[in-house]
């Protein structure tokens, strides 16, 4: 599938989708590299991703060697399969390799609540 293919039911149902979220911890004289890397690893896979909802870096206020990623995808096949196999995902793993710290990345998968259906508001309840 490429990201030209009509929505799956779970684009249309974010409530169904896959989130990771990412802690990296990044060697201090490697953060301008590691940033032009996830960088381009978050424009590739919200641009070319089928599936990638949406792809959030964040940077520590406190810690400014520590970054956070949010990413949301429509299913875990399409984080965990089509993600994972493309080019930029592996530009990607060879700058990370550089640049985080050992032991500086934790990763955790979890899927959505919709707090919005089960309170009863939002559009698939008449509410926009």
Not at 4 to 33: F, G
Not at 90 to 110: F, H, K, P
Not at 115 to 125: C, V
Request: glycine share 8%; net charge negative; with cysteine.
């Amino acid at each position: 599938m490429t990201a030209t293919e009509p929505a799956s039911d779970n684009l249309r149902h974010p409530s169904r989708a896959h989130t990771v979220l990412v802690t990296v911890d990044v060697k201090p004289d490697k953060i301008e590299k590691f940033i032009t890397g996830i960088a381009a690893n978050a424009q590739s896979s919200l641009h070319g991703d089928y599936g990638c909802l949406a792809f959030h870096v964040h940077q520590d206020q406190q810690v400014p060697t520590r970054f956070y990623l949010h990413e949301i995808y429509s299913s875990r096949e399409a984080f965990e399969i089509r993600h994972r196999s493309t080019g930029h995902y592996w530009d990607w793993r060879a700058v990370a390799a550089e640049c985080i710290t050992d032991g500086g990345l934790q990763i955790t998968a979890a899927d959505h609540i919709d707090t919005w259906r089960i309170a009863g508001i939002g559009p698939e309840n008449g509410e926009n």
